[in-house]
C-alpha cells in the first residue's frame, strides 16, 4: 500500500500528459462526427503524420545548426505550426478524396473507406520515410531537457509541463473559435442539420471542409507534442492512440467539443492509475502489458451503458 | 375486449406527447385515430408496437400485458403494422419481403437448415406458396421477383400490406395507409382495407387524415390533440362534436378535397 | 442463373463468347497441368474458375469441371510445384474465413473488425493440447499431451463451439450498437484476445506467450499422419465445400431473410417478428465458428501458432476480401479471397524479388525500404477505398435469389392442389 502511494502521483502526472494528447486527437473524432456522423478512422493516421511532419521540421532545424540558437519554445510553435498545417491539410484531402464523393452513401461505407484511408496512410508513411531517410521511425531531437524534482517519488519532465501548456492553450483557442467566430458557429449549424444550414446560405462542403481541417490541425498539433515528449515515433503510433481518443471522445460524449477534452483527461488518468492499481491487487499478474486492453474494456463498458457519454446526448432514432 | 390501453402516458422531455389516455379495440373492428398533427397519434401507435415504453399505464392485447415488451414480441402476440415513411426491406425481393412477416410461423431450426431436411424444405415451399397467395390477394402478383425499391409508391403500399398480413395478426395497425395516393388509389385502399377485415377478421386500427375515407370505412373514431383524448365515438358523433370542431378549426383542416 | 434457357450440351447454336469461355477454361486447366511452374498458368488457372462459375451451363456440367480441377489437376500439378500448393491452401482458408465472415457482414450487416480472434481461439484451443502446453495446467493421470492427431477430428468441433462461444460473449453486450459503434468494439476485442494470448504465459503459463506453441501434432486418420501439403490441402477443400452449402443454404432460409430484413431495416424487421438479439447472436456465433474451425486447420497446418499471426491486420486483411469480391454474395467471397491472396504471395512477391534480383545486379539501387511485399497495408488500403467509392457491391455483387423450388410454384397450379400435396405427404 506505502509504495502504491508512492506510484500514484508519477503516474498520474504521466495519465494528465497523455490524457491531454489524447482530448487533443479526441476532438478531431467529436467534430467530424458531429458533421459528418462518420467515425473517421483515418484520423489516428492524420495525427501520425503530424508527428511526423513535426519532428521532420525539428530534425531540419537542427540539421541547419537553428535549433541550438533558438529558443525552446520558438523551436517548438514552428514545429507545431508544420504539423498542424500539414495535418490539417491531409485531413482537407481525406475528406475530398476518400469522403465526399460516398457522403450519402450507407453509412458504413464511409466508414470502411476510412479505414482503407488508414491503413494506406501507415504505408504510405512508411515508404516516404524509407526513400528519404532509409528508416521509417524517427527519433525528434529533445527541447525541454529540464526535469524539477518535487519529491523523490514525483519528478516532474519539464517536456511534461510543456505538453500540458500548450494543449490547454490550443484547446482554449479552438473553443473560442467554436463559440465565437463566425465559421465556428457555421460548423455548429452543420453539425445540428445540414439541410436548414444549407438553407441559410452556408456553404456546407466549406464548412466540412474547414471541420476536417481543424479537426485534423488539432490531431497534427497532437502529434507533434506527443513526438516531443516520447521521442520514438514510427508509422504505427497512430493505430493504438487513435482508438483509444476515441475511446475518450465515446467517453466525453461523441459530437461535444467539451466533452472530447473532459473524455480524455479521464481515460488518461483512469487508465494509467488505473493499470497501476490492477496492478497491486493481482500481485503482478495483470500488470502494465494489459494497460491497451483496459482501454478498450473501458469503451465497451461505456457504450453499453452509456453510449450518450459524460457530456453527450443520447439520440433515438426517429421512427 | 382485444386491445386496451389504460391510462397510457408517455413523456418526451418536457412534452406530453400521450397523456394518460384509455382506449380500447373489440375484435374485428375498425377504428380510427385522428387528431391535428403533432396530436400524439403516431406516438400512440408507436407504443403499442413496443417502439417507447410508457411512463405509466398498460397496454393488453387479449389480456397479455404488451407494455414493456419488445417490437418482436408484440409481433409475435398477433399486432401487425405499416409505417407513416414506407419501410420496406428495399433491396429484398417482393416475395422475400412476405417471407420475413411469415419469420414467427415458420419454426425451421438451425440444424434443420444446415441439414437440408425435409421438413424444412416442405415448410420452406409451403411458406412461398402463401406468400404468394398473399401477393395475389394484395394485387402484386407477377412481380415477385422484383426489388422491393424498385416497385411504384403505390405497390409499396400494397407491399407493405402483404407483409403485415403475413404476421397473421390479430390487430393490424395503419398509418396513414391512404397518404399521397390519388383519390383512385385511396378508393381501392378503402375497400382493401374492409375486404381485409370482412374476409380475414382482421381488427384493423388507422391513423387517417382524409376524412373521407375516416368517415366512411371507421365504425369507432378517436380524437387527439395534444396527447390527450378528447372525444370518441361513431363518425356520426364526432363529426358534431364540438370540442372536435374547435380542435379542427384552430388550424387547417388536414382534409385535401 | 441466365434468362436463356439452359441445355445440357450447349453445343449447338453456342454463342462465341460462350464458346471462348470454355476454351480458356480447358485451356487453363491443361496448360497449368504442363506447365506447374509458370505464374501465368497458375493464375489463368484460378480465373478458370471465375469464368466456369460466370458460364451459362447446367451445374451437370460445371460441377465435374471444377471438380476435376480441384480434385484432379491442382492436386497434380501441386505435386511438382509445392509452393502453389500451398498458395492454394492458404487462399482456400481465407476463402472459408471470408465466407464466414461474409455471414456476418455481408448477410447480416454487422461490421465485425475483430473476426480473427475467433479464429485464434481455434488456433489456440487445438495448439493447447496438441503441444506439451496442456502439461503446464492439467495434471490427470490419464491425461497425455499432446494428444494423439485422431483427436484433430473432434478439435474441429471443439474450435467451432469454443469460437461459437467467443462470438455470443462478444455477441451480447454489443449487440445494441450502431454499425460503425460495433465495428470499433469488435475491433477492441479482436485486440484484447490478441493481447491476452500475447500475455497469458502468466501467472499460470497457458498460451506461451510471444514465444508460440510447437510443435503442433498432425492430424491422423485411421492410422496415417496427415502431415503432407496435399493432405491439408483436400482438408481445407472439404471444409470451404462444407462452409459454402452451409452458408449458401442459410442465405435463402428463414434466417438467412432475418439477418437480411435486419441488415435493410432493423425496426421494421422487429416488428414483424424477427428477433434482433437472437438473429445477430446467431450470425455472430456462425460467422466465429467457421473461423474456429479453420483456425485448427490452420494450426495443424502450420505446426506453429503465436499471436502475431491474429493482428488486426488479419481482420482487415479477410474484410478487404469480402469487400473486393462483394458484400453479401459467397461467390464474391470465394472472388475476393483467392485475389488478395494472389495478389500478397504471387503478384507483389513476384516484383519484390525481381526488384530484389535488379538491386543484387547492380542495375536499380533500390532500398530493401521498398520491398513490395512489405506494403501489404497499402494494397489493402487503397482496395477499400476504391471499391467504396467506385464499386461499393464488389466484383461480383449480391443478387437476392429464391430456393429452387419457387420455379415450380410460380408455374404450379391452383392452391387446393398444393395443400392436398402437402397434406399428402403429412400423412
Redesign the interface.
Known amino acids: 500500500m506505502e509504495q502504491l502511494l508512492h506510484i500514484l502521483p508519477q503516474s498520474l502526472l504521466d495519465g494528465l500528459t497523455l490524457g491531454f494528447v489524447y482530448a487533443m486527437v479526441a476532438l478531431g473524432y467529436t467534430m467530424i462526427y458531429g458533421v459528418m456522423e462518420l467515425i473517421n478512422f483515418a484520423h489516428s493516421e492524420v495525427f501520425m503524420v503530424g508527428a511526423f511532419a513535426g519532428t521532420e521540421m525539428l530534425l531540419f532545424l537542427q540539421s541547419r545548426g537553428y535549433l541550438g540558437t533558438m529558443p525552446a519554445p520558438v523551436a517548438l510553435i514552428v514545429a507545431l505550426m508544420a504539423g498542424i498545417l500539414m495535418s490539417g491539410t491531409l485531413g482537407v484531402l481525406i475528406e475530398r478524396i476518400a469522403y465526399r464523393p460516398i457522403r450519402y452513401a450507407p453509412r458504413l461505407v464511409p466508414f470502411i473507406s476510412a479505414i482503407g484511408v488508414s491503413f494506406f496512410l501507415q504505408d504510405a508513411v512508411r515508404l516516404i520515410e524509407g526513400l528519404w531517410k532509409n528508416a521509417f521511425y524517427l527519433t525528434a531531437p529533445s527541447l525541454f531537457t529540464s526535469v524539477i524534482t518535487i519529491t523523490p517519488g514525483l519528478r516532474v519532465p519539464a517536456k511534461s509541463l510543456i505538453v500540458i501548456l500548450a494543449a490547454l492553450i490550443m484547446m482554449l483557442a479552438l473553443n473560442i473559435f467554436v463559440t465565437r467566430s463566425k465559421w465556428g458557429k457555421a460548423i455548429r449549424a452543420v453539425a445540428q442539420d445540414k439541410e436548414t444550414a444549407s438553407l441559410m446560405s452556408i456553404n456546407v462542403n466549406s464548412v466540412i471542409a474547414l471541420t476536417f481541417f481543424v479537426g485534423g490541425g488539432m490531431g497534427g498539433a497532437a502529434g507533434t507534442l506527443f513526438a516531443t515528449q516520447y521521442s520514438l515515433i514510427d508509422p504505427y503510433i497512430g493505430f493504438i492512440l487513435g482508438i483509444k481518443a476515441f475511446t475518450a471522445a465515446v467517453l466525453g460524449g461523441i459530437g461535444s467539443i467539451p466533452g472530447a477534452m473532459v473524455g480524455g483527461l479521464l481515460l488518461g488518468i483512469l487508465e494509467s492509475t488505473g493499470i497501476v492499481i490492477l496492478g497491486f491487487a493481482t500481485h503482478g499478474a495483470i500488470g502494465i502489458e494489459y494497460k491497451d486492453v483496459l482501454a478498450f474494456v473501458i469503451l465497451i463498458i461505456i457504450l453499453i451503458f452509456k453510449p450518450g457519454g459524460i457530456l453527450g446526448e443520447e439520440v433515438r432514432e426517429k421512427? | 375486449m382485444l386491445l386496451e390501453a389504460r391510462g397510457v402516458s408517455k413523456r418526451f422531455g418536457g412534452l406530453m406527447a400521450i397523456d394518460k389516455i384509455d382506449f380500447t379495440m373489440e375484435a374485428g373492428q375498425i377504428a380510427s385515430i385522428i387528431g391535428p398533427n403533432g396530436a400524439g397519434k403516431?406516438t400512440f401507435f408507436?407504443m403499442i408496437?413496443g417502439?417507447y415504453f410508457a411512463d405509466q399505464g398498460t397496454i393488453t392485447l387479449d389480456g397479455k400485458r404488451l407494455t414493456g415488451r419488445?417490437?418482436?414480441h408484440?409481433?409475435?402476440c398477433g399486432i401487425?403494422?405499416t409505417?407513416q415513411n414506407i419501410?420496406?426491406?428495399?433491396?429484398?425481393?417482393v416475395?422475400?419481403n412476405v417471407?420475413?412477416?411469415?419469420?414467427?410461423h415458420?419454426s425451421?431450426n438451425?440444424a434443420q437448415?444446415?441439414l437440408?431436411t425435409r421438413g424444412?424444405?416442405?415448410e420452406?415451399?409451403?411458406?412461398?406458396?402463401e406468400a404468394?397467395?398473399l401477393l395475389i390477394y394484395t394485387g402484386l402478383e407477377g412481380k415477385?421477383?422484383e426489388?422491393a425499391k424498385n416497385l411504384s409508391y403505390g405497390d409499396q403500399r400494397r407491399l407493405e400490406l402483404a407483409?403485415?398480413l403475413?404476421?397473421k395478426p390479430k390487430l393490424l395497425l395503419l398509418d396513414e395507409p391512404t397518404a399521397g395516393m390519388n383519390p383512385r388509389e385511396t378508393e381501392e385502399m378503402t375497400t382493401f382495407i374492409r375486404r381485409v377485415r370482412d374476409e380475414r377478421n382482421i381488427a384493423i386500427l388507422l391513423i387517417e387524415h382524409d376524412m373521407k375515407v375516416v368517415m366512411g370505412i371507421s365504425e369507432r373514431i378517436t380524437v387527439l390533440n395534444y396527447g390527450v383524448k378528447i372525444a370518441e365515438g361513431t363518425p356520426k358523433e364526432i363529426r358534431s362534436h364540438s370540442e372536435v370542431i374547435a380542435a379542427y378549426l384552430g388550424e387547417e383542416t388536414p382534409e385535401e378535397s | 442463373m441466365t434468362k436463356q434457357k439452359e441445355h445440357l450440351f450447349p453445343a449447338s447454336g453456342m454463342p462465341a463468347s460462350q464458346l471462348l469461355a470454355w476454351v480458356f477454361i480447358i485451356g487453363a486447366g491443361v496448360l497449368f497441368y504442363l506447365l506447374p511452374n509458370s505464374a501465368i498458368a497458375f493464375i489463368m488457372f484460378l480465373a478458370s474458375f471465375l469464368v466456369l462459375y460466370k458460364t451459362p451451363a447446367a451445374p451437370l456440367i460445371k460441377l465435374p469441371v471444377a471438380a476435376l480441377w480441384l480434385c484432379v489437376i491442382m492436386p497434380l500439378a501441386g505435386l511438382q510445384n509445392t509452393y502453389y500448393l500451398g498458395v492454394v491452401t492458404q487462399a482456400g482458408i481465407y476463402v472459408a474465413l471470408a465466407v464466414g465472415l461474409n455471414i456476418v457482414v455481408g448477410f447480416a450487416g454487422l461490421l465485425d473488425m475483430g473476426y480473427v480472434a475467433f479464429y485464434a481461439s481455434g488456433a489456440y484451443i487445438y495448439s493447447i493440447f496438441a503441444t506439451t502446453q496442456a502439461a503446464n495446467f492439467i495434471h490427470f493421470p490419464w491425461a497425455h499431451f499432446p494428444i494423439s492427431g485422431m483427436w484433430f477430428w473432434p478439435f474441429l468441433i471443439f474450435g467451432m463451439l469454443i469460437a461459437a462461444l467467443f462470438g455470443i460473449l462478444l455477441g451480447f453486450p454489443v449487440l445494441r450498437l450502431r454499425g460503425d459503434y460495433l465495428a470499433i468494439v469488435t475491433l477492441g476485442f479482436g485486440e484484447i484476445i490478441r493481447i491476452v494470448l500475447n500475455n497469458l504465459d502468466k501467472p499460470i503459463n497457458i498460451t506461451n506467450g510471444p514465444q508460440g506453441l510447437t510443435p503442433i501434432q498432425a492430424p491422423a486418420l485411421f492410422g496415417h499422419i496427415l502431415n503432407q501439403p496435399l493432405d491439408y490441402y483436400f482438408i481445407v477443400l472439404v471444409a470451404i465445400l462444407l462452409i459454402i452449402i452451409?452458408a449458401r443454404?442459410?442465405e435463402v432460409?428463414?434466417?438467412g431473410?432475418?439477418w437480411?430484413?435486419m441488415r435493410?431495416?432493423e425496426?421494421?424487421?422487429?416488428?414483424?417478428?424477427?428477433?434482433?438479439v437472437k438473429m445477430k447472436l446467431?450470425a455472430f456465433a456462425?460467422g466465429a465458428s467457421f473461423a474456429g474451425a479453420m483456425g485448427v486447420i490452420f494450426a495443424a497446418k502450420q505446426t506453429f501458432v503465436d499471436p502475431s499471426s491474429f493482428t488486426f491486420m488479419e481482420s482487415i486483411g479477410i474484410l478487404a476480401m469480402i469487400i473486393l469480391g462483394g458484400m453479401g454474395n459467397v461467390a464474391g467471397a470465394v472472388v475476393g479471397a483467392v485475389s488478395v491472396v494472389v495478389l500478397q504471395l504471387q503478384i507483389l512477391k513476384q516484383l519484390s524479388d525481381y526488384l530484389g534480383q535488379l538491386s543484387a545486379e547492380g542495375i536499380l539501387n533500390i532500398p530493401s525500404q521498398i520491398d513490395p511485399a512489405k506494403y501489404e497495408r497499402m494494397i489493402f488500403g487503397l482496395i477499400l477505398i476504391l471499391m467504396c467509392i467506385y464499386r461499393s457491391q464488389g466484383i461480383l455483387p449480391a443478387k437476392?435469389r429464391?430456393?429452387s423450388?419457387?420455379e415450380q410454384?410460380?408455374t404450379r397450379g391452383t392452391?387446393k392442389e398444393?395443400e392436398e400435396g402437402?397434406d399428402a405427404?403429412r400423412s
Open positions: 421512427v | 403516431t408507436n408496437s417502439y419488445s417490437p418482436e408484440v409481433a409475435g401487425a403494422r409505417f419501410r420496406l426491406f428495399p433491396g429484398l425481393m416475395l422475400e417471407l420475413v412477416g411469415m419469420h414467427r415458420l425451421a438451425l437448415i444446415v437440408n424444412m424444405r416442405r420452406e415451399q409451403r411458406a412461398y406458396e404468394r397467395e415477385e421477383q426489388l407483409r403485415a403475413a404476421v | 452451409v443454404r442459410l432460409s428463414r434466417i431473410r432475418a437480411a430484413a435493410e431495416d425496426l421494421a424487421a422487429r416488428s414483424m417478428g424477427v428477433p434482433l446467431m456462425i437476392r429464391l430456393a423450388w419457387w410454384i410460380r392452391k398444393t402437402v405427404a
